[in-house]
């Protein structure tokens, strides 16, 4: 069992924790280095942060909570007589847990921006992508009207990662930075960016209409194993419609992106909706993402807290016109 088993077991048939406007304050700074994912004999270890209470769960015990105890241990609230060490390495930056059974090591998350080794250089799939051909799919599907995102609402922010080197790949795939999607998605959208400002959020763009020969390279550049975080392009994605986002919040008052329990685009367990690790702070933004957008007709898509499709996206065709060679309004 692994890191998958945790969250399956720990977030079945959940819904989101908080909502509201309430905000939830950051954990004490002393316990941000501590939550994370610790490893031993490939079972994972979370410790997380819940009810202003640390917390550590594996794949075959139940959740335990524990309080800082003097130096670096950790014990258990209900057994005080259970105990982890924290262990530091020579910069004292936190290395793992040592328990009565041995050590967990902990799990670097690693680069800010998730990135995978390409099967195939990104240059010569980009070239063959430009002679495949998207599948073929019946005529009674409605008329695309894409539109720019931001010609409807200029306070939405956009870090559209494809269009630069930062992103999974490695590799700028965009020519321009730009967001479109469907008008009926896009005024949506506008509808559950301004109801976030409330809370004093506002959502910030990664991606939105992607063309069929784009996601045809990242199937051909990812591993069989990581497949489930990316489309099928013998089926076409939700994105090709112009009928799917992928976006985050960021903080009216000082306009920076809020920190979620993963990073966009990570190919992991921590990019799943449900999953129940990391801050309650954390786990607060992501739902309030989720909340605002499902209360606008759009869904969160299983594997990715990030990504979120639009009610109906299944009428609209595939699409393969690049971003740059749209109009203003589509």
């Known amino acids: ?29 002393a316990w941000e280095p501590l939550v994370g994912e610790y490893v031993r004999d490939g079972v994972v270890l979370l ?14 015990t139940p959740e335990v909570a524990v309080a800082a105890g003097r130096g670096d241990t950790l014990a258990g609230v209900s057994d005080p007589a259970r105990l982890w060490v924290v262990v530091r390495d020579s910069a004292s930056t936190v290395a793992g847990l040592r328990d009565a059974s041995g050590v967990w090591e902990r799990r670097d998350p690693g680069e800010p921006v998730f990135r995978i080794v390409p099967r195939r250089a990104v ?20 008329p695309p009207d894409l539109v720019d995102v931001q010609a409807l609402d200029s306070t939405i922010h956009l870090d559209v990662r494809y269009a630069s ?8 795939v965009y020519a321009s930075a730009r967001a479109y999607l469907q008008r009926p998605a896009a005024e949506a959208l506008v509808r559950a960016h301004r109801g976030l400002a409330a809370a004093g959020y506002g959502l910030l763009i990664h991606d939105a209409y992607r063309p069929w020969h784009i ?11 990581l497949r489930r975080f990316v489309a099928d392009p013998t089926q076409g994605s939700r994105h090709n419609r112009g009928a799917a986002v992928d976006l985050t919040l960021y903080d009216l008052a000082t306009g920076k992106p809020v920190t ?10 921590r990019a799943h909706p449900g999953y129940p690790g990391g801050t309650s702070r954390q786990r607060w933004l992501r739902d309030l993402l989720r909340g605002a957008m499902e209360a606008q007709g759009f869904r969160v898509y299983e594997y990715e807290w990030w990504h979120f ?10 699409l393969n016109v690049p971003p740059e060679e749209l109009g203003e309004n589509g």
């Open 47 to 60: 410790l997380l942060e819940r009810g202003d209470t640390l917390r550590i769960v594996t794949d075959s």
């Open 123 to 142: 240059s010569e799939l980009r070239r063959e992508a430009r002679t495949a051909v998207p599948p073929t799919e019946t005529p009674d599907l409605l």
């Open 215 to 225: 996601s045809w390279v990242f199937w051909e550049a990812t591993a069989d194993s």
């Open 309 to 318: 499709d639009f009610g109906g996206w299944e009428r609209y065709p595939i």
């Open 165 to 172: 080197a930062n992103n999974f790949l490695g590799e700028p």
């Open 260 to 269: 979620m329990p993963s990073g966009y685009d990570e190919f992991s367990a």
């Open 1 to 29: 069992m692994g890191l998958v088993a945790v969250v399956g077991a720990a977030c079945a048939g959940t819904r989101p924790e908080r909502g509201g406007a309430a905000d939830v304050p950051p954990p004490p700074a």
